[in-house]
């Protein structure tokens, strides 16, 4: 099990950016693909990003695609979610998330999630 804690949320107009941070503990890290979902009020979670465990792959949910960047610090045991241009459609509850091996956009095949981080943007 890895715990993860989730920084970096908060308000933001549109078109501003956010940067989100996940640290990891308690596993090591590079077992593990990372991945980034979000939560609206009264919708399911949703995926955003996944990024594999060397960094060679990553994916995006299409309505995020060129504006958001998952990457991660090995040697800091964290991934980061880089927002850019964001609207407020954008705004959700972000969680990170981590499973072993392979990448995955699908919530169900993450086992371990951090608390969420609140990114609100205003129009």
């Known amino acids: 099990q890895v715990q993860l804690v989730e920084s970096g949320g908060g308000l933001v107009q549109a078109g501003g950016s956010l940067r989100l941070s996940c640290a990891a503990s308690?596993?090591?890290?590079?077992?593990?693909?990372m991945g980034w979902f979000r939560q609206a009020p009264g919708k399911e979670r949703e995926f955003v990003a996944t990024i594999s465990r060397y960094c060679s792959t990553t994916y995006y949910a299409d309505s995020v695609k060129g504006r958001f960047t998952i990457s991660r610090d090995n040697a800091k045991n964290t991934v980061y979610l880089q927002m850019n241009s964001l609207q407020p459609e954008d705004t959700a509850v972000y969680y990170c998330?981590?499973?072993?091996?392979?990448?995955?956009?699908?919530?169900?095949?993450?086992?371990?999630w951090g608390q969420g981080t609140q990114v609100t943007v205003s129009s």
């Open positions: 998330a981590a499973k072993r091996s392979a990448t995955a956009t699908t919530s169900g095949e993450y086992n371990d």
């Open positions: 308690g596993r090591t890290f590079t077992l593990y693909a």
